[in-house]
């Protein structure tokens, strides 16, 4: 059998092999694209939570002067406890921004984690479903009429001669 009946066989191969690689490609770009977004939440989540500390570090300076305005001791009796409180609170604010930012990046490390698993699921499909081409192009032209009983052979070179002559 002449080599250009293989001809589409390993071009389909190729382009299958070709479509697995750009997919595989396209899934670590995305997949980094990702993990760079996951580094700029977490640094942004930072900035926030360091701005949430110097806001409630206001707040509480000025809970604090308000009180001594007034002439009672803030640093005993019910208003010690309601600092001790409201700094507690405010150290709790800055730990849950923080928590946020930190959720939003690990979303963005298991998805980009995600993305290159597929890639290379991708790219292994497209070397299986490649092998499956070249294969099935070998049954039919190489070794496919060697394993057909005798009279399907006879069948099989006139209906490959008829088409060699453009017929069907």
């Not at 099935?136 to 069948?155: C, D, I, K």
């Amino acid at each position: 059998m002449a080599f250009a009946a293989y001809i589409p066989y390993i071009l389909a191969a190729v382009g299958t092999v070709y479509a697995g690689a750009a997919a595989n490609a396209n899934a670590k770009a995305q997949s980094q694209q990702m993990k760079n977004d996951a580094l700029t939440a977490r640094r942004v989540a930072g900035a926030r939570e360091e701005q949430q500390r110097r806001t409630n570090r206001q707040r509480l300076a000025a809970q604090r002067a308000t009180v001594a305005q007034t002439g009672f001791d803030p640093n005993t009796g019910s208003l010690a406890m309601l600092q001790v409180e409201s700094a507690g609170n405010a150290e709790l604010d800055a730990l849950t921004t923080r928590y946020s930012g930190e959720l939003q990046s690990l979303s963005l490390e298991n998805g980009a984690a995600t993305v290159r698993a597929s890639g290379r699921n991708q790219q292994t499909s497209g070397f299986l479903n490649a092998a499956g081409v070249l294969g099935s192009g070998y049954a039919r032209y190489g070794m496919g009429p060697r394993l057909m009983p005798e009279s399907a052979q006879a069948s099989f070179r006139q209906s490959e001669l008829i088409a060699q002559k453009g017929g069907y």
